[in-house]
């Protein structure tokens, strides 16, 4: 009996134990609310209509995303129930206010992600509740202003986020609590001022963004406390000067972006006080000119950017370009002279290396402009005013000049060559493809030069020769006496004599004056007679 009493109690314990189990099982898959993603002991509840904190979430859960919701306001004691989370993400929730208590519990939270919301204004010790935190992110809020007790009890802090607010002071000892701070980001607000005691007690603090402000005015006498900073962005403020003040040696800086300002002037005690900078970005100011004391004293520059300044290509920029010559780090190579009107657009290098010559011409007739000096009086005695020539001056070699560089001569060689080519290969190809066309301009230039080689005249030719004519008169008796006996010689003054032999060819005579033509047929002699015209 006793024995069946302890296999029944055994089996009803077995019966009660097995429902407990399931139970237990059963509540641990809901562990993971609705909507929600769950890996482990984080759990994602994004791009939801979540006006709360879900419900049944995990104790243990050691990271909670909330991006994306509607939370709109953050009550008091909203995460004490999950004491173990080390990051909570709430940006992008539309949270326009935070209660003083609402982190109230989360001891051991490193990480709060709050950026891109609509926060305006936050309460003295907030932050006290999570004395463990390391990465705070406020950006893209719309937060006014700062006090001093915003960051209190925040010792581990180490990254600051306060990017894109409306924030235009900053009082004194705002950061005082933030011992730990390396990353401090203020940049896109409306800064105007800050002063010695702004940046107190950030005695770690490594990189500083203070750009898209609305600083008119540098000094860096304000930044001594901050011993261990390396880079520092002001870039597209309203800069106009950057002062030293008291002299003093910042030697853990080592980038520094002035870019996208109205600096117009560098002071050379600037960078006398940054013998380790590395990084300077000068881009887009109104710099003209840079003088000797300055690139001096750019002795560990390793990387420059001066693209976008407005650079006078005049004897004045020749310390830069000097230096640019020698250094052999990273810069920009757009670096474009605005003045003079004759070499806008060109670039600095290329302008000094091609217009030296002309520089140098002004100032070696400058320099040899005869002096008047004024008339002296010594010893009562007036002394007539004495010239300088240039005769009289030291003689100073003039520079070498080159009417061109090298690659200009290649440049035009090269173009010769191609345009003679070109001429031959034209007259090539016309003569192959039109073989005859070029001989029918042989032809033709010929027939011209022939035409060219025409008779003389008919009058010159009649001058020269002599006409013959025969003349007969029926009416003379001695010559019909010489026709019938047959032979007879006729000798007329400015006549040739002459025989001819008895022929029964007709012969013609032409008369120039009448244009008769006279047939005769005659045996033994003519009378010939010659006329001139």
């Known amino acids: 009996l006793s024995m069946s009493l302890m296999i029944s109690a055994a089996k009803g314990s077995n019966v009660v134990s097995i429902p407990s189990l399931c139970s237990n099982n059963y509540k641990g898959e809901r562990m993971c ?26 104790v243990g859960c050691q990271g909670l995303s909330l991006r994306y919701n509607s939370l709109l306001l953050l009550l008091p004691y909203q995460f004490a129930h999950l ?71 925040l010792r581990k802090l180490q990254n600051l986020h306060l990017r894109s607010n409306n924030i235009k002071t900053i009082p004194v000892r705002t950061f005082m609590e933030c011992r730990s701070l390396e990353f401090l980001d203020l940049g896109y607000n409306r800064l105007r001022t800050i002063t010695r005691t702004t940046f107190l007690g950030l005695l770690r603090l490594t990189e500083l963004h203070l750009e898209h402000n609305q600083f008119s005015r540098i000094n860096f006498f304000l930044f001594p406390r901050l011993l261990n900073l390396q880079a520092l962005y002001l870039q597209w403020n309203r800069i106009r000067t950057v002062v030293q003040g008291s002299p003093w040696t910042w030697h853990t800086l080592q980038k520094l972006d002035l870019s996208g300002n109205e600096i117009q002037v560098l002071d050379p005690a600037i960078f006398r006080c940054l013998p380790n900078l590395h990084m300077l970005n000068l881009e887009s100011n109104k710099i003209s000119n840079v003088s000797q004391e300055v690139v001096s004293s750019w002795i560990s520059i390793s990387t420059i950017n001066l693209a976008g300044n407005i650079w006078d290509c005049s004897s004045s920029i020749c310390p830069l370009v000097s230096w640019l010559r020698n250094f052999r780090g990273t810069r920009d190579a757009s670096i474009i002279c605005s003045t003079p009107k004759s070499l806008q657009g060109e670039r600095v290098m290329d302008a000094v290396r091609n217009n030296s010559i002309q520089l140098s011409q002004v100032t070696h007739v400058q320099r040899l402009t005869p002096k008047v000096l004024f008339p002296v ?27 061109m560089t090298f690659h200009k001569i290649i440049a035009g060689s090269v173009a010769l060559f191609l345009s003679v080519s070109l001429i031959l290969l034209v007259i090539y190809v016309s003569w192959r493809r039109y073989p005859n066309s070029m001989r029918q301009l042989q032809q033709h230039s010929i027939r011209r030069k022939r035409r060219k080689k025409t008779p003389e005249p008919e009058h010159n030719i009649n001058s020269q020769l002599q006409e013959y004519y025969l003349s007969y008169n029926h009416a003379n008796a001695e010559t019909m006496d010489s026709l019938v006996n047959g032979a007879c010689t006729c000798t007329i003054s400015g006549s040739r004599e002459c025989e001819l032999p008895y022929t029964n060819k007709a012969f013609m005579t032409r008369n120039n004056t009448h244009n008769d033509v006279i047939v005769s047929h005659y045996k033994p002699c003519v009378y010939l007679q010659t006329r001139r015209n």
Not at 39 to 55: H, L, M, T
Not at 105 to 126: F, P, W
């Open 33 to 58: 609310p609705v909507s929600c993603r769950c890996e482990g002991k984080i759990v994602y509840c994004e791009f939801g209509a979540f006006q709360d904190v879900p419900e049944n979430i995990s």
């Open 83 to 153: 004491n173990q989370l080390v990051w909570l993400y709430l940006d992008h929730s539309s949270i326009g206010v935070v209660d003083r208590l609402a982190f109230q519990g989360l001891r051991r939270l490193k990480e709060l992600i709050l950026s891109s919301n609509k926060i305006v204004q936050l309460q003295n010790g907030t932050f006290e509740t999570v004395p463990n935190l390391r990465n705070l992110d406020l950006s893209y809020n719309q937060l006014q202003d700062l006090m001093p007790g915003h960051f209190h009890g």
């Open 377 to 403: 009086q010594s010893n009562n005695e007036f002394q007539p005013p004495l010239t300088v020539t240039p005769s009289s001056l030291p003689f100073t070699p003039e520079p070498e000049f080159e009417h």
